[in-house]
């Protein structure tokens, strides 16, 4: 499993840029924690530097990513113009010299352009300890500027497109292992396809589920119901309007859906209740 370390920038004293009131640190915390918790579902393993409002060294955040031998090191940043509302967009920064850094970097950016920043591309720092001392392909996300109101406003108003955004960049070019394809295949093989979910639809009576995710790949979507098929639960994967659901449970009312997802919540899925009229 590709083990990716996820950095929240600054925190504790260092409260990174500040503008009207917003400090970085908690724009980044916030960020950090949802792109995570968005690969973990897909099935990569997540280290955090942090979790809540403390200080650490950029030495102490290169060291944890080091000391876990991960594969991926993902800081969260936002930017800053010397000058307020002069300057939007994103800009993600690397060390230099790792070419898996670079696409990642320009992933990353191309799937943030799509929700309305400006795309600045890819800069190199050496200079940036948690860059420099890091063992493993690092790069540091600036998601838009902080002192600009239009970025702030993309930044409000798309949050958790953003994340999603963020971990789809990321997905494109860090596969999860070669070793899992295996079980991929065999969960495909099992998924109801689009043509099995039409003619159950026709066949069988109303019934509700609670949808656990989307995704744009099936590889993704069928590891999550492989999961969730591993923790008991009845799952399975179809594609509509471009978009890959999956499906916990097939409830014959509303209040089993409501039971099933109430058991998702408490172990940290991001569920929605659904019926076959709705598809």
């Known amino acids: ?33 949802a792109v995570g918790n968005i690969l973990e579902q897909r099935g990569y393993d997540v280290i955090y530097t942090r979790t809540d409002d403390i200080y650490q060294s950029p030495y ?3 060291q ?11 800081s969260f940043h936002r930017n800053s113009g010397e000058n307020d509302n002069t300057y939007n967009g994103v800009q993600t920064l690397i060390y230099g010299g790792d070419e898996r850094a670079e696409v990642i970097a320009d992933s990353i950016n191309r799937e943030l ?29 600036e ?21 999603e ?30 043509e099995d979910w039409e003619n159950e639809k026709e066949e069988e009576d109303l019934y509700y589920g609670v949808e656990v995710g ?23 994967v179809f594609k509509l309007d471009e978009v890959i659901h999956v499906i916990a449970g097939r409830e014959n009312s509303i209040e089993e859906a409501l039971d099933l997802q109430t058991h998702l919540r408490r172990l940290g899925y991001v569920t929605m209740i659904i019926s076959t009229a709705h598809l």
């Open 1 to 33: 499993m590709a083990t990716i370390v996820i950095d929240a920038g600054h925190g504790g004293f260092d409260n990174g840029a500040r503008y009207q009131g917003r400090r970085e640190k908690d724009d980044n915390l916030r960020l950090a924690l």
């Open 165 to 194: 955004a963020i971990a789809d960049g990321i997905e494109n070019e860090v596969p999860l292992p070669d070793r899992m394809m295996d079980h991929r295949v065999e969960m495909a093989m099992d998924a109801l396809n689009q």
């Open 64 to 74: 944890i990513a080091n000391d876990a031998d991960a594969d991926y090191f993902i």
């Open 113 to 141: 352009e799509k929700l309305g920043f400006a795309n600045l591309g890819i800069d190199e720092r050496t200079g940036l300890v948690v860059l420099r001392r890091t063992e493993m392909p690092a790069v540091l996300i």
């Open 214 to 236: 989307r995704f744009r790949h099936f590889n993704t979507a069928n590891f999550l119901a492989e999961q969730l098929k591993a923790q008991g639960f009845d799952s399975f």
């Open 143 to 163: 998601t838009g500027f902080i002192n600009s109101d239009k970025d702030n406003q993309i930044f409000d108003d798309n949050f958790d497109a953003i994340a």
């Open 60 to 62: 102490e955040k290169a």
